[in-house]
């Protein structure tokens, strides 16, 4: 079972990327999932999370009206698409399934997601 992240890059501020996770060995559908980020020095936190249905998703405050999570069921799918990056932005991107959630509802705690892709770098230079 893996979560496989790809789409990150170095891109300029104010530029936009697309991140991509596509998941294999088992069926995320019913799963929430999640993208999370750590930068050097931090700890990891939630972007984004979106329920199994995609009709509820939830952001940071600090990537609101800039980042956008979205899922494609029949493909195992989810994104990140990221615009107007900031400097602060750079980190590595991490994305998630919660297989135990029940009803339409996404945690926005690390701890329960227990699927985990190995992360995908994004750096925004200024």
């Known amino acids: 079972v893996r979560l496989v992240e790809s789409g990150g890059g170095l891109v300029q501020a104010g530029g936009s990327l697309r991140l991509s996770c596509a998941g294999s060995g088992r069926t995320f559908s019913r799963d929430a999932m999640a993208w999370f980020r750590q930068a050097p020095g931090k700890e990891r936190e939630l972007v984004s999370a979106?329920?199994?249905?995609?009709?509820?998703?939830y952001y940071a405050d600090s990537v609101k009206c800039r980042f956008a999570i979205f899922r494609d069921n029949a493909k195992n799918a989810v994104y990140l698409q990221m615009k107007s990056l900031k400097p602060e932005d750079t980190a590595v991107y991490y994305c998630?399934?919660?297989?135990?959630?029940?009803?339409?509802?996404?945690?926005?705690?690390?701890?329960?997601?227990?699927?985990w892709g190995k992360g995908t770098q994004v750096t925004v230079y200024s």
């Open positions: 998630a399934a919660d297989s135990s959630i029940r009803g339409d509802y996404a945690s926005l705690r690390a701890l329960r997601y227990d699927y």
């Open positions: 979106i329920t199994w249905s995609g009709g509820r998703s």
